[in-house]
């Protein structure tokens, strides 16, 4: 049962994000995806196999559970995110934006752990929380790295 | 987290390799756009740490890179090693001007040289094959990674083409874009 809600959580945001209006190019949604994607695998594998402050499953589809979150719910609901952040210019439409992610992004956490799919040992969703909104201001930066980088190649031309 | 187990062999050569890659790297003449150098650059990143944190640990755990199953920092300047090798894979695509009747012996070349690079990794105790893995496995990794790599690099120039853009960009030659 925990496999198929994390298997519909992933189709679901990997469809949302397919049909919604973008208004990042391929290559900034790209490149913001796979910096997301590091530090999201590097981040889980620091806190529960190196410093052990989550316990993560031994069966092999809840670990896969966690898988699809740490490898595609966690970057494509940041990207998401940052496509409705750039939509509007108002800083409480993008303020607003990030607080749904952290939300949506703490509960998916905390729904691994109601699930059995991950235990918490010392760390709590508040930690979460910060991580979540530190990871979408980073998602943030990624975009205007790859953004200013866009520029000067399209101005050249 | 150590910055690594002991001083050798493998962490020569991966202070050799880095060196050896980034000269390249910044010597060879500049044939893509920036943007596409720096996507290319953190796809070659993403994908070894990919592989490395889903198949080479956690449950599944069929290599060991370095000294431990650990995370030392030298596993970091490990994946900083594939970023150039996502790069030049790129580069010589767009040099070589690969298309159709190509693209089969282009992907194939690259897999052959990345599974002799994998072996030279092992000679040099950079990678560590465990839990019944073995070279045959790593053809298929080679294959989709690459196959993926060349038609994502075919999707962004069309789609530059498209939009009409970039085209110059993407497909320059003058080599300081």
Redesign the interface.
Same mark, same amino acid.
């Given at each position: 049962m925990t496999f198929s809600i994390f298997f519909f959580l992933t189709w679901l945001v990997i469809s949302i994000f397919a049909v919604m209006q973008k208004k990042l190019s391929?290559?900034e949604n +790209?490149?913001v995806f796979?910096?997301i994607?590091?530090v999201s &695998?590097?981040f889980s594998? &620091?806190i529960a196999?190196?410093l052990k402050l989550i316990t *993560?499953p031994?069966e092999?589809l809840p670990?896969t559970a966690y *898988?699809m979150n740490r490898?595609i719910i966690i970057p494509v609901l940041v990207l998401i995110q940052l496509n409705i952040c750039m939509a509007r210019d108002a800083f409480f439409w993008k303020a607003g934006s990030i607080l749904t992610a952290v939300l949506l992004l703490t509960g998916i956490n905390y729904l691994m752990t109601a699930l059995n799919i991950s235990s918490y040992t010392n760390w709590n969703p508040g930690f979460d929380a910060i991580y979540f909104l530190l990871l979408n201001l980073t998602a943030l930066i990624a975009y205007s &790295?790859?953004d200013r980088?866009?520029e000067?190649?399209?101005n050249? +031309? | 987290?150590k910055l690594w187990e002991t001083f050798d062999k493998n962490e020569i050569y991966i202070l050799v390799m880095l060196v050896v890659v980034f000269v390249a790297f910044f010597m060879f003449p500049k044939k893509l756009?920036?943007?596409?150098t720096?996507?290319f650059l $953190? =796809?070659g990143?993403?994908t070894s740490?990919?592989y490395d944190?889903?198949i080479g #640990? #956690?449950?599944m755990d069929f290599y060991k890179v370095n000294d431990s199953n650990?995370?030392e920092l030298i596993d970091l300047l490990t994946y900083f090693l594939f970023a150039p090798f996502s790069y030049f894979f790129v580069y010589f695509y767009h040099r070589f001007r690969i298309d159709r009747k190509t693209f089969i012996f282009y992907v194939l070349g690259w897999s052959i040289l990345g599974l002799l690079m994998e072996q030279l990794s092992r000679f040099m105790d950079m990678i560590h094959y465990q839990s019944g893995y073995s070279m045959k496995y790593s053809i298929a990794v080679f294959l989709v990674t690459q196959t993926t790599t060349a038609l994502?690099y075919e =999707?962004?120039t069309r789609?530059q083409r498209r939009t009409g $853009?970039?085209d110059? $960009?993407v497909k320059?030659d003058n080599g300081? $874009?």
């Amino acid at each position: 049962m925990t496999f198929s809600i994390f298997f519909f959580l992933t189709w679901l945001v990997i469809s949302i994000f397919a049909v919604m209006q973008k208004k990042l190019s391929l290559v900034e949604n +790209t490149f913001v995806f796979l910096v997301i994607l590091v530090v999201s &695998i590097n981040f889980s594998w &620091i806190i529960a196999d190196e410093l052990k402050l989550i316990t *993560l499953p031994k069966e092999k589809l809840p670990y896969t559970a966690y *898988l699809m979150n740490r490898s595609i719910i966690i970057p494509v609901l940041v990207l998401i995110q940052l496509n409705i952040c750039m939509a509007r210019d108002a800083f409480f439409w993008k303020a607003g934006s990030i607080l749904t992610a952290v939300l949506l992004l703490t509960g998916i956490n905390y729904l691994m752990t109601a699930l059995n799919i991950s235990s918490y040992t010392n760390w709590n969703p508040g930690f979460d929380a910060i991580y979540f909104l530190l990871l979408n201001l980073t998602a943030l930066i990624a975009y205007s &790295i790859i953004d200013r980088a866009s520029e000067k190649a399209v101005n050249h +031309t | 987290m150590k910055l690594w187990e002991t001083f050798d062999k493998n962490e020569i050569y991966i202070l050799v390799m880095l060196v050896v890659v980034f000269v390249a790297f910044f010597m060879f003449p500049k044939k893509l756009p920036r943007h596409i150098t720096l996507l290319f650059l $953190v =796809w070659g990143f993403t994908t070894s740490t990919f592989y490395d944190f889903t198949i080479g #640990g #956690g449950l599944m755990d069929f290599y060991k890179v370095n000294d431990s199953n650990k995370y030392e920092l030298i596993d970091l300047l490990t994946y900083f090693l594939f970023a150039p090798f996502s790069y030049f894979f790129v580069y010589f695509y767009h040099r070589f001007r690969i298309d159709r009747k190509t693209f089969i012996f282009y992907v194939l070349g690259w897999s052959i040289l990345g599974l002799l690079m994998e072996q030279l990794s092992r000679f040099m105790d950079m990678i560590h094959y465990q839990s019944g893995y073995s070279m045959k496995y790593s053809i298929a990794v080679f294959l989709v990674t690459q196959t993926t790599t060349a038609l994502f690099y075919e =999707w962004i120039t069309r789609q530059q083409r498209r939009t009409g $853009v970039s085209d110059d $960009v993407v497909k320059s030659d003058n080599g300081s $874009v």
